[in-house]
């Protein structure tokens, strides 16, 4: 089997776009819940770290600033294992709470890389900006763990997208072997008919899809091509049984006159009796140049009445002669009324003809009803 054909394919190629239609639909499916997962994690931490704010602003306002400092300092003791952060900073800018290096370049909230200790790797933090008793408080959580949730989403859609094209693509493959397969087959059995095979027939499969529908039809027309085929060489045997004794006649007649005209005999009655055979050849020609008109033209040429009651009478009388010449008898048997057909006078003529030329009886009657 070709691969090529298989790849190009239409099953394949819709297929194709399918799978690219399903990468960009994953695609902006990943990138939507991206964002709000991303946004739904922040709102929490900003929950989250809210309290921290307000606790130390009411901490400055019940007890004084030396007691907000400090409970300041505890917090940045207990936040150091918890991936949390807090920073207290004088109105001159200098830090009094807190890791060094963490600079208050905003107000409110924002996202801002931190190092925390000496040669530790910056990390992202979700901070909060708040003044307090004049002072500038800087709480803060690291934002790993939403790292974390973010690349295991995009993660498991790339994993799903990617599994979920292959599926698509190993299905349109298939259902493009499948077809190709098919019509392979029908190409091959093609092949032999036009080899001259009137016996094969295109497969048809057990799915019964538009290709078994169509060799299904196609195998009808076959049937009927075959017989027409069968019909075209019978109709050739029969011609050429019809054609092989008046020319074989013909041949003797002229081998007669000529044998005659050589001794200085008359030939008169050989060129007679050949002239009657080559007439007999040219009735039969008519005769088949009358049917192929008739099947070219789809039956244009059946369109006379014919009563076959007169015509069987007058042939009756015509051929009483001839049987009565030969020690025969003839009987004529038709109808009192008329019985019309539709069809070629000629021909029909000629089927009485040789009905009559082949009904003979061993007893030297013949009768034709």
């Known amino acids: 089997m070709d691969r090529g054909n298989v790849f190009s394919g239409g099953a394949f190629r819709v297929t194709l776009y399918a799978t690219a239609v399903l990468v960009v639909l994953c695609s902006v499916i990943a990138f939507v819940g991206y964002r709000y997962i991303q946004d739904e994690q922040l709102l929490q931490l900003r929950t989250?770290?809210?309290?921290?704010?307000?606790?130390?602003?009411?901490?400055?306002?019940?007890?004084?600033?030396?007691?907000?400092?400090?409970?300041?300092q505890r917090l940045a003791k207990a936040f150091e294992q918890k991936a949390r952060l807090i920073a207290v900073y004088d109105s001159t800018g200098r830090?009094?709470?807190?890791?060094?290096?963490?600079?208050?370049?905003?107000?409110?909230?924002?996202?801002?890389?931190?190092?925390i200790g000496d040669g530790g790797e910056a990390e992202d933090y979700c901070m909060s900006a708040t003044d307090i008793a004049g002072m500038t408080v800087v709480v803060g959580a690291a934002l790993v763990s939403v790292h974390r949730?973010?690349?295991?989403?995009?993660?498991?859609?790339?994993?799903?997208?990617?599994?979920?094209?292959?599926?698509?693509?190993?299905?349109?493959?298939?259902?493009s072997r499948v077809v190709?397969?098919?019509?392979?087959?029908?190409?091959?059995?093609?092949?032999r008919v036009g080899d001259g095979d009137r016996d094969v027939r295109l497969p048809v499969f057990a799915a019964n899809d538009q290709i078994d529908r169509v060799a299904r039809r196609m195998n009808v027309h076959l049937d009927t091509f075959s017989g027409?085929?069968?019909?075209?060489?019978?109709s050739a045997a029969t011609i050429a049984h019809d054609l092989k004794r008046p020319l074989a006649r013909a041949l003797l007649g002229v081998d007669r006159a000529l044998a005659q005209a050589g001794t200085g005999a008359d030939p008169q009655a050989a060129l007679e009796d050949t002239r009657h055979?080559?007439?007999?050849?040219?009735?039969?020609?008519?005769?088949?140049?009358?049917?192929?008109r008739i099947d070219a033209g789809h039956g244009e040429g059946l369109k006379d009445t014919v009563d076959l009651a007169d015509l069987a009478r007058d042939l009756g009388e015509t051929f009483q002669v001839v049987a009565e010449e030969s020690g025969q008898s003839l009987t004529i048997t038709a109808p009192d009324g008329?019985?019309?057909v539709?069809?070629?006078?000629?021909?029909?003529s000629q089927m009485l003809v040789n009905l009559l030329h082949n009904c003979r009886i061993p007893d030297g009657s013949m009768a034709v009803s």
């Open 277 to 292: 055979e080559l007439a007999n050849l040219t009735r039969i020609f008519e005769t088949i140049l009358r049917i192929a």
């Open 149 to 175: 949730i973010e690349n295991t989403l995009i993660r498991t859609l790339f994993s799903i997208t990617a599994f979920l094209a292959m599926i698509f693509i190993a299905l349109g493959y298939g259902t």
């Open 338 to 340: 008329p019985a019309l």
């Open 95 to 115: 830090q009094i709470v807190g890791s060094p290096g963490l600079v208050p370049d905003f107000e409110g909230w924002a996202i801002r890389p931190v190092a």
């Open 342 to 348: 539709r069809g070629d006078a000629g021909m029909l």
């Open 228 to 234: 027409l085929m069968f019909a075209t060489k019978s």
């Open 180 to 191: 190709q397969s098919k019509l392979e087959g029908i190409e091959n059995a093609l092949e």
């Open 48 to 72: 989250f770290l809210s309290p921290t704010a307000e606790g130390l602003r009411l901490e400055a306002a019940e007890n004084g600033v030396d007691e907000f400092i400090e409970q300041g």
